[in-house]
């Protein structure tokens, strides 16, 4: 079972994705992180095949169970988004495959405008590596395409 956060799920919520095996799987964490509540544990019990809405309403019902906010699409994204670059930063996630579900995220949500500077970074590091030209980001070359998206990441997070 792998971990899902609290973020992500509130991600996933915001873009409307169906909620099955990860919401169990983050119901299941939670439990095991001592957190306690009726629906997050019948939420933990269930068992494949998912019907998206009754595992979206227990969903719900958890989270206000145990008191975490509904933020906005767009908060929920970007905080979502800080979380992958925070594990990105400490070397605990792939940087590009991080930088590749960010652009994905910004897609989603229609070029969320907060999170579109990796949508560009990831389109000029994409070119960087077949050729010695990007039109994506000004100045980035094949020689600091890496420490540009750092220093993006660490102004985004400082920002969060």
């Not at 590091?125 to 020689?143: F, G, I, K, P």
Request: hydrophobic share 45%.
């Amino acid at each position: 079972m792998a971990s899902i956060t609290t973020a992500r799920i509130l991600a996933d919520k915001a873009l409307q994705a169906i909620c099955g095996q990860e919401c169990v799987d983050w119901a299941t964490t939670m439990l095991m992180q001592g957190r306690d509540g009726d629906y997050l544990a019948r939420l933990a019990g269930m068992t494949a095949p998912f019907n998206h809405f009754e595992v979206a309403k227990y969903r719900d019902i958890a989270l206000r169970e145990l008191g975490i906010a509904n933020p906005s699409e767009s908060a929920a994204i970007s905080n979502y988004a800080a979380e992958r670059l925070h594990l990105a930063m400490s070397g605990e996630a792939d940087f590009l495959a991080t930088l590749s579900d960010i652009k994905d995220l910004c897609v989603a949500r229609g070029y969320q405008q907060d999170i579109y500077d990796f949508y560009l970074l990831y389109f000029a590091y994409r070119d960087l590596q077949e050729s010695e030209v990007q039109w994506y980001w000004h100045n980035a070359t094949r020689e600091n395409i890496v420490s540009v998206i750092r220093n993006r990441a660490e102004e985004f997070l400082n920002a969060i």
